[in-house]
């Protein structure tokens, strides 16, 4: 049976432990990211043909949401058409750097949630999301927008977890992202990571790091 220090030593480890993985970024999960999705997922969204799911897959990746709604404006779809897109696939936008046009792409984000987006910044961790963002939407609201956005990761603390939080990411650059740790620059994560994916890919990936 276990005594009481045991058991007390025990609770604060996960709470420690709880507190760790907080810190972490991470991305938002919940949506296809059209940069990632294979031809089958991507003809089964709103409003997809195969000749624009062809375009986009040629075209991609797309570095953030505006040059993907530029792309599907492009292809004669109307906004409410791209919007219809969104609510099933969208490219995340980086909660402590993305733009207000970024985050009026969301759907039903608007110009309130532009400007809290933007005043809470720098986002630490989800906790923060949910209590800052909660207070004015409640939390079923608050998840639903979190599936668009995402906390950069630190390339040096990131866990497992943290990393295929990352779309498209794999175990494969859980592997690589860990064994040329400590990163000290992005020419360096560029040199290391490029040798495995190539410059677009590489450039899409580091959308979603950070060191420090």
Request: aromatic content about 10%.
């Amino acid at each position: 049976m276990i005594s009481k220090r045991s058991f007390a030593l025990v609770i604060g480890a996960l709470v420690l432990a709880a507190s760790v993985a907080a810190l972490h970024g991470q991305a938002g999960k919940g949506l296809l990211d059209p940069n990632v999705a294979a031809e089958k997922e991507l003809l089964a969204l709103p409003h997809m043909t195969p000749a624009i799911v062809k375009a986009m897959i040629e075209k991609r990746p797309f570095m953030g949401v505006t040059e993907l709604n530029a792309f599907l404006l492009s292809e004669k779809l109307t906004a409410q058409q791209a919007e219809d897109f969104y609510r099933k696939a969208f490219v995340h936008v980086n909660l402590n750097t993305g733009t207000r046009e970024e985050i009026l792409l969301i759907p039903g984000a608007g110009t309130r949630m532009a400007r809290e987006f933007m005043e809470y910044r720098p986002w630490k961790t989800w906790t923060q999301f949910d209590k800052e963002i909660g207070k004015y939407v409640g939390q079923q609201e608050t998840d639903r927008l979190k599936q668009y956005v995402f906390i950069p990761i630190n390339l040096n603390t990131a866990t497992d977890e943290d990393i295929l939080s990352i779309p498209g990411a794999g175990t494969r650059m859980v592997r690589e992202f860990k064994e040329y740790r400590p990163w000290k620059a992005k020419a360096q994560f560029d040199k290391e990571i490029g040798k495995y994916v190539g410059p677009k890919e590489t450039a899409r990936l580091w959308r979603y790091v950070e060191i420090r």
